[in-house]
Structure formats: structure tokens, C-alpha cells
């Protein structure tokens, strides 16, 4: 089966999520090549490095995170090179479905799907479609 995307990066500080998530990404092959981050800081540091690899197609992003949430990732990825933000489209997978959250999130304008926790076959499905895969 052929991968949906190349790149995906998840952050989550929850090794628990990072695991399923992982896991789930895999049994559906989303993507060839997967990078997990446990805080935003580490995934800003990452994706803000010119020397890192190139900048992942997909960002599984969690909103409630120590020190930097998800939001506070957002505002600096909006602040990160063109080449990144040109390739790179978010997917806000999180706990809340609080609708203002909701409503934040897809003020940025990388966010291209909100996934409230677990991910399912039928999110993945609606973001293959997102993405012209389907």
C-alpha cells in the first residue's frame, strides 16, 4: 500500500498518544517517514533549524501541552521561513472539542483538519480527501 505522504511530524507530550498515534499512522500507512516530538519547543527548534531534513507534508499537532501549547506552537509557525509553511499543513488532534479551541485553530491558516481524539479510519479518510489522496 502506498503511503499518503511522505513526512508527518506528531507532537504530543503524552508518550501514551505518541504511541497510538504512531501505531495507528503505521497500520494505515499514512506516511514514509514519521517524527515524533514530545513538546512544541522541541518541534519548533526542529522545523526552525536550516539544517534539518525537509519540512515535514503534515503536522499532527496536540493543543494541551506544558509550557508551549498548541496555540503557542501555531503563533510561531506562522512566524516560521515560507519554505516550511509553504509545505507543511497542520491537523489539530486533541482531547478538547471545546468549540472556541476549534474555532482558534482554524484561524491559522495551516490548519487544515481538527481530529478530537482517538483518530480513527474515518478522520483519515476525510483527511485523504482533504488532501486530493482519496
Known sequence: MKSIVDTTVLIDDSEIDLFIQRRFLEVYSFTNNLIAYKSAQEAIDSLSSKTNNPAPDIIFL???????????????????????????QIVVLTSSNNKHDKDQAFQYKNVIQYITKPIKQSDIDQLKKLLGKS
Open 62 to 88: 496536540d493543543l494541551n501541552m506544558p509550557n508551549i501549547d498548541g496555540f503557542g506552537f501555531l503563533e510561531s509557525f506562522d512566524k516560521m521561513d515560507e519554505t516550511v509553511k509553504a509545505k507543511s
